[in-house]
């Protein structure tokens, strides 16, 4: 069966509540799903966080089982209809995935069809690795490898950079660009409001903004809502 993810830049924008920017598409997403597993591990308050997500999805007529109160997590991930893994800290994400050893569990779960949607972190978490996430390592994982259901990478919350500012530091671009001089995957920036439809071999573009793609040795290219990027999926060559 071909993988079906929904990605997303963020789960908030800003002046609306959780996950309102795309509700609709995820209903449409989800299609006659009733219920769905949860991943909160990005967030230190995990039941405050399960709780958020319940109350949201609730409104979509879906019910929610959180993995941090299962009894056995491995066993509810192969019973799961979809999966939803949430944002915050990626690091610490993927550090619990590897602690509770379901990196290769929820893999094969969606690779058998079994839909998966991310934000933010859980966005990363879909990638080869976690190398173009933002986040701080509050933690050290085993590996920066991650679920790898998608060859390219994506950097969520991608920002361009401000004229008028001040600041002297490296732009998300200039990092960006760092991560080329090391591999050669390519990397997709997604802004605020975005997110990417996958079903094999399908990629399409959603949201509200455009979003900015870095290939080594190009450059950087604009794509608008609505546009196909099939071409993504086409395995890059080695890092």
């Known amino acids: 069966m071909s993988k079906r993810l929904m990605l997303l830049s963020n789960s908030t924008m800003h002046g609306r509540g959780f996950l309102d920017h795309a509700a609709e598409e995820i209903k449409d997403f989800l299609g006659d799903v009733e219920r769905l597993l949860f991943v909160p591990f990005a967030l230190h308050d995990r039941e405050a966080y399960a709780q958020k997500v319940r109350a949201r999805f609730a409104d979509l007529g879906i019910e929610v089982d959180s993995l941090h109160d299962v009894d056995d997590e491995e066993e509810a991930v192969e019973n799961a209809l979809a999966i939803f893994i949430g944002g915050g800290n990626t690091f610490r994400l993927l550090n619990t995935l590897y602690e509770l050893k379901l990196i290769e569990p929820i893999r094969r779960r969606v690779e058998g069809g079994m839909p998966y949607m991310g934000a933010s972190a859980g966005t990363n978490m879909a990638c080869p690795t976690i190398r173009t996430t933002n986040d701080m390592p509050i933690v050290e994982p085993p590996s920066f490898a991650a679920l790898n259901l998608i060859p390219f990478q994506i950097n969520p919350h991608y920002v361009d950079p401000d004229p008028s500012s001040k600041h002297m530091g490296e732009t998300r671009e200039d990092r960006i660009r760092e991560f080329h001089e090391m ?12 997110w990417l439809s996958v079903e094999e071999p399908h990629v399409e573009l959603g949201g509200a903004t455009l979003a900015r793609l870095f290939q080594p040795g190009k450059p950087p290219e604009e794509y608008e809502p609505g546009a196909s990027l099939d071409f993504l999926l086409r395995k890059p060559p080695a890092a």
């Open 183 to 194: 591999n050669r995957i390519p990397v997709l920036g997604l802004r605020e409001g975005a």
